[in-house]
């Protein structure tokens, strides 16, 4: 049996999951958001009060979160030893956790095992930092989005804001800046675009223009 694969990378709020969302809805394959599996590790260490920059008690802990993906009504929901933390884990400050966390190497084996399984027994569109470039090197498509700091920033903040939690515009532009910085930075498995990714720049974009743009470069 033959999986599709699509493997789309960039910066925080760059459009990735909307997009993934997207295109895997159009084909008709599951969307795997690899974020919420940082971001699950983020949400048991600030329970756990483990400070992200405790290397040593990060790595420990690992041992102890069971991470589970499970599709409920064709959405991804994350399980963190079979509770339900989908919801709970789209704060900013689980977000900047699940970067700080994400550079380390023991971190970064764990859950690049659990989503080259899931690739490996089913076609995907699969959103990340180091999917083209880690994950899946030989995805049938790669795409790097990306889109300037302000208008990614515009974005988050109206996502949050969306969701009924608090948000201010400034400190998520700081906020972006400095994920950016240390995503594209760290020593193991970084941000970067794959040599043979297609670069799509979001900024001036309408979301179904990208949408249809990689679903043609899939078909093509
Ligand atoms: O896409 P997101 O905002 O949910 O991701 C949160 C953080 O998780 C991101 O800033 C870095 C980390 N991450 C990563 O290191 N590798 C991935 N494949 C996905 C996310």
Request: charged share 30%; with cysteine.
């Amino acid at each position: 049996m033959n999986y599709i694969s699509i493997a789309i990378d960039g910066p925080a709020g760059a459009g990735k999951s909307t997009i993934a969302k997207n295109v895997a809805n159009v084909l008709g394959i599951n969307y795997v958001d690899t974020g919420s599996m940082y971001r699950t590790i983020a949400y048991y260490c600030l329970q756990n009060n483990i400070a992200f920059d405790d290397q040593e008690k990060v790595i420990a802990s690992l041992n102890q979160i069971n991470i589970q993906v499970k599709y409920i009504k064709g959405e991804q929901r994350m399980f963190l030893c079979d509770e339900d933390v989908t919801d709970r884990i789209r704060s900013q400050e689980v977000g900047n956790g699940a970067s700080a966390v994400g550079v380390y190497k023991e971190v970064r084996t764990k859950l690049v095992a659990l989503q080259q399984d899931i690739a490996k027994s089913n076609s995907v569109v699969m959103d990340g930092r180091d999917i083209g470039t880690f994950v899946i090197p030989k995805a049938d498509l790669k795409i790097y989005l990306t889109a300037s700091v302000k208008k990614r920033a515009e974005r988050r903040y109206a996502e949050l804001i969306a969701k009924g939690l608090q948000a201010n515009l400034q400190q998520i532009e700081r906020e972006i800046e400095e994920r950016d910085y240390r995503d594209m930075n760290r020593e193991y498995a970084p941000l970067v675009k794959a040599e043979d990714a297609v670069e799509l720049d979001t900024t001036f974009l309408d979301i179904d223009d990208v949408t249809n743009k990689v679903i043609d470069l899939y078909r093509r």
